[in-house]
């Protein structure tokens, strides 16, 4: 069974543009959770979707979106890029609610 | 102050040595995960305990929720085991929202 795959592996943008970021989660899982992960750093929440739903939102600013399709596959969106966004973002899904997650492989994203 | 820190921040060890490193947090959790990253950046999830202890091969995981704070051990290391080691938390009244530590990276050399 396939894990969970995020597109694209990396992404190199310049500041103000726009990026959307892709997550397919393992087949039957329902809740997608995205982090972003600065060099260095330990990943930081950003958003928790399950059943289409947003469950939870991180401290980030407004630029950053996401939401869920009905297959359960999440799209992170990031407007207005900074320097500061390049990052790798990582996305992990759980069967249900509250469970052990599965984390994809990132998507490294550099803004220049 | 992070709410969850780990200790220590790098660690190097030679082959078949027992490590063990440390996670303390300071609020209320439903779970604790330790995860293992590798360079690239794949994350594994290896344990996610809410009491007592956990074994899965040569990892130990173990947790005591009184003085908040869990470790995870690693007996007879291996060169494959160099990664960095991340212990995350779920805290109460959250959804899937975990917080998450620095992380340890450990090499160990033959």
């Known amino acids: 069974d396939a894990g969970v795959t995020q597109s694209p592996t990396h992404l190199i943008k310049t500041r103000g543009q726009h990026v959307t970021l892709r997550c397919s989660p393992i087949?039957?899982?329902?809740?997608v959770s995205w982090y972003q992960q600065v060099l260095g750093q330990g990943p930081q929440f950003i958003f928790q979707?399950?059943?289409?739903?947003?469950?939870g939102r991180g401290n980030f600013p407004d630029r950053f979106s996401a939401r869920q399709f009905p297959n359960y596959s999440s799209e992170l969106n990031v407007n207005a890029l900074l320097l500061g966004d390049s990052a790798l973002y990582l996305c992990?899904?759980?069967?249900?609610?509250?469970?052990?997650?599965?984390f994809g492989p990132g998507t490294r994203l550099l803004v220049l | 102050k992070n709410e969850v820190e780990q200790s220590p921040q790098n660690l190097t060890a030679q082959e078949g040595e027992f490590i063990t490193i440390n996670c303390s947090y300071s609020v209320g959790i439903s779970a604790l995960h330790w995860l293992q990253q590798h360079p690239g950046g794949g994350i594994v999830s290896l344990f996610m305990l809410s009491s007592g202890k956990k074994k899965h091969g040569r990892l130990i995981a173990t947790i005591n929720i009184q003085e908040k704070h869990s470790s995870l051990h690693i007996t007879a290391s291996h060169p494959r085991d160099s990664a960095v080691y991340i212990c995350a938390v779920r805290e109460t009244g959250t959804a899937s929202k975990l917080t998450f530590g620095t992380g340890t990276r450990l090499q160990v050399t033959l």
């Open positions: 992990a899904s759980s069967p249900i609610d509250q469970e052990t997650q599965y």
């Open positions: 979707y399950y059943e289409k739903e947003e469950r």
């Open positions: 087949s039957g899982h329902k809740s």
